[in-house]
């Protein structure tokens, strides 16, 4: 974490006092100075994904979009929005796999790096923020960069995790050892189940993240899934 992300995370709880590990993560990624803000993702950068690794990924997608453009009556344009673009490796080998289809690609990304890196490319809008239109929406390895809040267990209930000043020392090895806690009475654990004392995990709402709109979309799009994984499972579809 840069000096500059920790001087504003420490004036950020001296102002509000102690913040949500999403608050605490928010900063560090995705504000100014933080992890994000160039481009982090590129074979000369911190890390690759599936696309860089090679591009049948890339193809096989974009067969599956054009599958899926046709089961939806081949709709003009074909809106598609690809959620946390990176430094548009993708983007790039998507829009030629794409070019038969009448296709409006928008790549969304909240670096400023990287939405700079994707002005670069030819035929696709850059956008900071999801809108809630009807779109396609493309989301690569996108679930595990967005912020997310912990809670824990104890003998007293379940507490959220928050992040608080030791002195003037914060960073990421501190950060779940410099805490406070507050109960969460409307807390209701996953699947029932009690948060058993000293269980730590995480809570993240991606929706809410990318647009209010898509809260009940993604949830149907979960049972959906859920849906055709047991029909999969009991024999009713042939396996991936």
């Known amino acids: 974490m840069s000096e500059q992300v920790a001087e504003r995370i420490r004036r950020l709880v001296r102002q509000?006092?102690?913040i949500t590990f999403a608050?605490?993560?928010d900063e560090a990624l995705y504000g100014p100075g933080g992890f994000y803000e160039r481009p982090a993702v590129g074979t000369d950068a911190h890390?690759?994904?599936?696309?860089?690794?090679?591009?049948?990924?890339?193809?096989?997608l974009g067969r599956a979009i054009v599958?899926?453009?046709d089961r939806l009556g081949e709709p003009r344009?074909?809106?598609?929005?690809?959620?946390?673009?990176g430094d548009g490796t993708l983007a790039r080998q998507l829009i030629e796999h794409l070019r038969d289809l009448d296709v409006e690609y928008t790549a969304v990304e909240r670096s400023p790096g990287a939405r700079r890196a994707l002005d670069a490319i030819?035929?696709?809008?850059?956008a900071e923020w999801l809108d809630g239109s009807s779109q396609l929406i493309v989301a690569n390895e996108l679930m595990d960069n967005l912020p997310f809040r912990r809670l824990r267990g104890t003998a007293s209930g379940t507490k959220e995790v928050l992040i608080a000043l030791d002195g003037e020392r914060i960073d990421g090895r501190d950060a779940v050892r410099l805490r406070h806690e507050q109960r969460l009475p409307a807390t209701r654990p996953r699947r029932g189940a009690p948060h058993r004392p000293g269980l730590l995990t995480a809570v993240r709402a991606p929706a809410k993240l990318l647009h209010a709109d898509l809260r009940l979309p993604l949830r149907r799009l979960r049972g959906q899934i859920r849906a055709t994984r047991s029909r999969r499972a009991e024999g009713d579809l042939p396996p991936l």
């Not at 890390?47 to 096989?60: D, I, K, N, R, W």
């Not at 344009?77 to 673009?85: D, H």
């Not at 030819?122 to 850059?126: A, K, L, N, Q, S």
């Open 16 to 18: 509000q006092g102690p």
């Open 23 to 25: 608050d605490y993560m």
């Open 47 to 60: 890390f690759v994904t599936s696309p860089h690794v090679h591009p049948v990924f890339a193809e096989l």
């Open 67 to 69: 599958d899926l453009h």
């Open 77 to 85: 344009p074909l809106r598609l929005s690809e959620v946390g673009a």
């Open 122 to 126: 030819e035929g696709i809008r850059v």
